[in-house]
């Protein structure tokens, strides 16, 4: 059974407060903690490697997958490969995501594969969080993949946040549009401080004529933190694209945005756009005469903005 810091992790990784309905598959230190399947949703552990495969059988509607990770073993090195089938037509919200309690003084990791083939006219809502936490001197790293192949039609609306306690990062992201109007939308939102390093790397391959995406990136960085965000959109055909980059830099951190755009086909419309910056002075005296101290209003200024 998990214990109460296993279950605090999962509640901010994956908004549990208790088991939500749905499938679900929570793994802890390595091992499969909890496992529930329901008619139209399988999970099956992988043969060949560490992980599981979802299955979503074509047509299912409105359903859930919860399959958070949570690491409290401080010097824990975890891997897992995760793939996602789901059939033409379905309507399904995939919500994932890990969580780092380390209070020891060696690093621990997770790295995660997840692949997702996404049939048909099939729509996917994913929803990834990371978060770390604990007192020790070892780092809280996460070094996410996501993989996804769209068919004729698809859609992936992927909302990623990393808001809390993650020493270093790096993700990448592969989202290919192989069918006619498959569409795409991602949302990331990044908090860094202290010295925190995070990147932030994606590819985007429109193939599909009359295929479409969208990409925004709001991140805060903090402190000496870092970050690195470098989106790639290639339009191969009559595609659409718009890559959106804000920034918030504070204290002595770096940020850099470094958006790429290629059309390869006379009818690609792609269009990108990137700003960094400090709070404004206005938006803080504007709060401040409402009677916030400055640091309230500073929160309430960053709050609103990786909202």
Do not use: W
């Not at 949570?70 to 033409?88: A, I, P």
């Not at 048909?120 to 996804?148: C, D, F, M």
């Not at 402190?223 to 659409?240: A, E, I, W």
């Amino acid at each position: 059974m998990l214990n109460e810091i296993q279950k605090q992790i999962l509640q901010q990784v994956a908004d549990m407060t208790d088991i939500p309905a749905g499938a679900v598959n929570i793994r802890s230190d390595g091992q499969k903690e909890f496992r529930r399947n329901t008619e139209n949703i399988e999970i099956v552990s992988k043969t060949d490697k560490d992980g599981i495969d979802i299955l979503i059988k074509p047509h299912t509607k409105h359903e859930n997958v919860h399959i958070p990770v949570v690491l409290t073993k401080s010097g824990f090195h975890d891997m897992v490969y995760n793939d996602f089938f789901v059939g033409e037509g379905a309507e399904v919200r995939i919500v994932a995501g890990c969580g780092i309690h380390n209070c020891g003084s060696c690093d621990s990791e997770h790295d995660g594969i997840h692949t997702f083939h996404i049939g048909k006219n099939a729509k996917v809502t994913y929803i990834e969080k990371h978060y770390g936490e604990g007192s020790g001197g070892g780092k809280r790293i996460l070094n996410p993949q996501t993989v996804v192949y769209l068919e004729e039609g698809a859609s992936i609306t992927m909302e990623t946040s990393q808001l809390a306690g993650v020493d270093d990062t790096k993700r990448y992201t592969k989202i290919v549009a192989e069918g006619e109007n498959a569409e795409i939308l991602i949302t990331e939102k990044l908090l860094t401080h202290d010295d925190q390093h995070a990147v932030s790397e994606m590819d985007v391959i429109l193939n599909g004529s009359g295929s479409k995406t969208r990409v925004i990136s709001r991140s805060v960085a903090k402190d000496s933190s870092t970050q690195l965000f470098y989106p790639r959109v290639q339009g191969n055909c009559d595609c659409f694209g718009h890559v959106s980059c804000d920034a918030i830099i504070m204290g002595r951190a770096k940020v850099r945005a470094i958006p790429e755009i290629s059309c390869n086909h006379v009818d690609a419309s792609l269009i990108h756009e990137a700003a960094i910056g400090r709070i404004a002075g206005e938006q803080l005296l504007k709060l401040e005469t409402l009677g916030l101290t400055p640091e309230q209003a500073e929160e309430k200024i960053l709050e609103g903005f990786l909202r």
